[in-house]
């Protein structure tokens, strides 16, 4: 079966992660999937962008739909939206969303210069999509200090162009506090959706290794307010600056600069989106403590 992605909108979404997949009552599995046998998205590699594309989700049969993680999904489990604009699909929202551990590392063209073609803007090395394997996690599932606090996914069946059918979004939050390092770029407003002041972070190193990331998470290559390169799999927007006036962050980062920090970060929320346009991973926090690494 051919399956088709029109969704003509962008939903933001948080993920999160847990280390037993458990599905909701009203969904049949034969068997809990270990996050060693879930299977892993194909790795890719794109320059400064947050989006990609990826296959919706096959079904097994004519009348049951087959979930990310194996979950046997009827059709009359899905109703038709609300929405007039999207009256085409039918709809079926879960009470768990999916993440992935980050099993690996990222690199910068200041630590890792090596690892750059700077003529390119690219990374030299292709790394593997940035988890071993994603799960399922529900509310109240813990990963280390973190413990989430609302999980969803979303999947869809479109009746009217070929009968595609697949995972719509998955947005998970957590709460607790994680300390890792990386490089803050400071927007001045002028680029895009980008709010004056946003901050954005990329970890460096293997500060994030064991920590939750989105579901289907690939490695692209950022291109920072300094001509620093990063090759990571994901990056998240910390709000703007003058949120954290307590935190004096005006002297450390500079309107349109970038800066080494160690951060202690809560209110984790990981999103993955599937549009018309692509995938996209939106992912968030909030700056606890912050200190300048020289």
Not at 236 to 261: C, W
Request: negative net charge; glycine residues 8%.
């Amino acid at each position: 079966m051919k399956l088709t992605r029109i969704l003509p909108f962008i939903i933001p979404i948080v993920l999160t992660a847990c280390a037993d997949n458990t599905v909701s009552e009203s969904i049949s599995v034969s068997d809990s999937l270990p996050i060693t046998e879930t299977a892993a998205p194909e790795s890719a590699e794109s320059d400064s962008s947050d989006a990609s594309t990826t296959d919706s989700t096959e079904t097994n049969s004519d009348t049951d739909y087959i979930g990310i993680c194996g979950e046997v999904f009827e059709p009359e489990m899905f109703k038709e939206d609300s929405d007039p604009v999207l009256n085409m699909y039918l709809y079926y929202r879960t009470d768990y969303g999916y993440t992935a551990l980050f099993d690996g590392r990222t690199y910068n063209s200041y630590d890792n210069p090596e690892k750059f073609d700077l003529d390119k803007w690219e990374c030299t090395e292709r790394c593997e999509a940035a988890s071993g394997g994603y799960f399922i996690i529900n509310k109240g599932d813990k990963i280390g200090s973190l413990t989430c606090t609302d999980a969803f996914a979303e999947y869809y069946i479109d009746e009217v162009y070929d009968n595609g059918f697949g995972l719509m979004s998955s947005s998970v939050c957590f709460e607790g506090e994680i300390e890792v390092t990386g490089y803050i770029d400071r927007y001045d407003g002028d680029e895009g959706y980008v709010e004056e002041g946003e901050l954005h972070f990329y970890p460096d190193g293997e500060s994030w290794q064991g920590l939750p990331v989105e579901y289907d998470s690939f490695y692209w290559t950022y291109s920072l307010k300094d001509g620093t390169l990063v090759y990571a799999p994901f990056r998240l927007s910390l709000g703007v600056i003058s949120n954290y006036s307590a935190l004096d962050l005006e002297r450390d980062i500079p309107q349109g600069s970038t800066a080494h920090m160690k951060l202690v970060l809560k209110n984790l929320q990981l999103s993955y989106v599937n549009t018309n346009f692509g995938v996209y991973t939106i992912s968030t926090a909030t700056i606890v403590s912050a200190e300048k690494i020289d």
